[in-house]
């Protein structure tokens, strides 16, 4: 014990040191401007539980371009449309590898979302981008996205008749998930009427996308991931494996079909186009079992998820704002009339329907730190150095409420994108909820249909109101942090046929 003592001044010291060279070597290099980081937590301590909040009051004293030491990492953190070009434009090449979260584990290794710029990712992108989302490919598939709308809006009236509070977190869920499951299996996987399948396949998938944006030892100390401290790599492998088993068994009955003799086609939907290729091309395809499994995965948890999530959004701010709703029951009454079912190709007339829908992609976006990204070489960003292995992160929350672009930021007003040619797609840096650049999310021309799909049809022939307890309370506007940003309590509201 007295031996601990007579050294504990010298550790004190040498610890203290090392500290003082960690923060003179900072300044040297030249990193962008940020809070000055503890021994060893660096600035953990201010990230919080909402980040895209908490490092968006953290750029208003460091500037746009900012550079905080979270555990061991350094990260580089962009908030604002000029600096979110450099990184996602000019320099893309140099941040088109995305930083894997070690969670994910295995599923990275076939994952179009976590692969590395490289030729495999090239490939697989590829063919999702020619064989699931072309425009022609979803041309084909629209009228299996018809019946869906169509059993959402008879579901929502059976509902409404029986005054019954409706989940719409929930039946947006399940019908984006069936949507998805039409397209690439040519059946659904569960349906309106089914409470609890419905409601499982949504926890499962809102625990994977909790799970991979929850804060991970892992992440901030790579030097103890295999360690796996927190249990979170093993616990999004099980979470995995349910999802697995779903998909195989859909590969498995329709390779059945197919060793059977049976050469009906399931209408071209995309698991027929990759077994097609697979045949085609063999190896070289590099579509086997996992990859496959990857891949589902991807689309289910992304797709799902995100979008159903928009739409709920979307009917809390118009149920906040009921000049918003009533201009869009207005123009639905005007284009599409109130006895006529609503299709895809309606949503091009809907221009106020649209500006809700980037209004809530403004306020509410469904990754509001998009995916993190990894620096490929050091480089010089704004007049400062991102070193190379940096962790990159796109506050596009914060970008939403900027208010040298945005007149009243936080106030719901779809007006201001009627007549401001501004789009989601990511060639405008004021908006960009799916990314842009050569890792802009491949889902973005499924998505944007299904989301204006669903939200004109829940709109389309019915009045919304919320129950009167919610009514006097206020809604929770609670945020649910993950890789997307949900809400924390689900919305539950009455509909009243029109």
């Not at 992160?393 to 009243?408: C, K, Q, T, Y």
Request: proline share 6%; charged share 25%; with cysteine.
């Amino acid at each position: 014990m007295f031996l601990f003592l007579a050294w504990l001044p010298w550790l004190v010291a040498s610890l203290f040191s090392i500290y003082l060279l960690d923060l003179l070597a900072h300044a040297r290099r030249r990193l962008p401007p940020g809070p000055i980081p503890l021994p060893l937590i660096g600035n953990l301590h201010l990230v919080g539980d909402q980040p895209h909040r908490s490092l968006a009051r953290l750029a208003r004293t460091y500037g746009p371009l900012m550079s905080l030491r979270l555990g061991a990492v350094t990260t580089v953190v962009a908030s604002s449309r000029d600096v979110a070009r450099e990184f996602l434009q000019k320099h893309d090449a140099v941040f088109a590898t995305r930083l894997v979260p070690d969670a994910v584990g295995d599923h990275a290794r076939n994952s179009v979302a976590c692969l590395p710029h490289a030729p495999r990712w090239r490939s697989l992108r590829k063919t999702m981008a020619t064989e699931l989302f072309a425009p022609h490919r979803l041309d084909a598939l629209q009228g299996l996205r018809s019946d869906k709308v169509r059993e959402l809006a008879a579901h929502v009236a059976r509902l409404a008749s029986d005054g019954a509070e409706i989940d719409v977190g929930r039946v947006a869920f399940t019908t984006m998930l069936n949507l998805l499951s039409r397209t690439i299996f040519s059946r659904d996987l569960t349906s309106l009427d089914d409470h609890v399948g419905s409601k499982e396949f949504q926890v499962l998938v809102a625990d994977i996308t909790e799970a991979s944006g929850c804060p991970n030892v892992s992440d901030f100390f790579p030097a103890i991931a295999r360690a796996d401290m927190q249990g979170l790599r093993r616990r999004m492998t099980r979470m995995f494996a349910r999802l697995h088993a779903v998909f195989d068994a859909e590969v498995d009955r329709r390779q059945r079909r197919r060793e059977d003799g049976d050469s009906r086609k399931e209408s071209g939907d995309f698991l027929d186009v990759l077994l097609d290729v697979a045949a085609r091309d063999g190896a070289k395809a590099g579509l086997d079992r996992d990859t496959m499994r990857s891949l589902f995965t991807d689309l289910f948890v992304a797709g799902s998820d995100t979008s159903s999530s928009t739409v709920e959004w979307a009917m809390v701010e118009l149920l906040r704002n009921p000049s918003s709703m009533a201009k869009a029951h207005e123009e639905l009454a005007q284009v599409i009339g109130m006895r006529r079912s609503i299709e895809e190709s309606h949503i091009d007339q809907l221009t106020y329907l649209q500006a809700v829908v980037k209004e809530t992609f403004r306020l509410h976006p469904p990754a509001p730190l998009l995916l993190p990204r990894q620096a490929q070489a050091t480089i010089r960003i704004a007049g400062y150095m991102v070193p190379q292995g940096a962790r990159v992160l796109v506050n596009v929350w914060a970008m939403g409420r900027d208010e040298g672009i945005w007149s009243e930021p936080d106030k719901f007003m779809p007006e201001r994108f009627l007549g401001r040619m501004v789009d989601y797609k990511g060639g405008d840096f004021e908006l960009l909820p799916f990314g842009a650049g050569r890792r802009v999310c491949p889902g973005m021309p499924l998505a944007s249909r299904m989301v204006h799909f669903v939200l004109a049809t829940l709109l389309n022939g019915f009045k919304w109101k919320l129950p009167v307890k919610v009514e006097m309370a206020g809604i929770d506007m609670t945020e649910k942090f993950g890789v997307t940003l949900t809400k924390a309590v689900p919305l539950c509201a009455i509909a009243t046929p029109i």
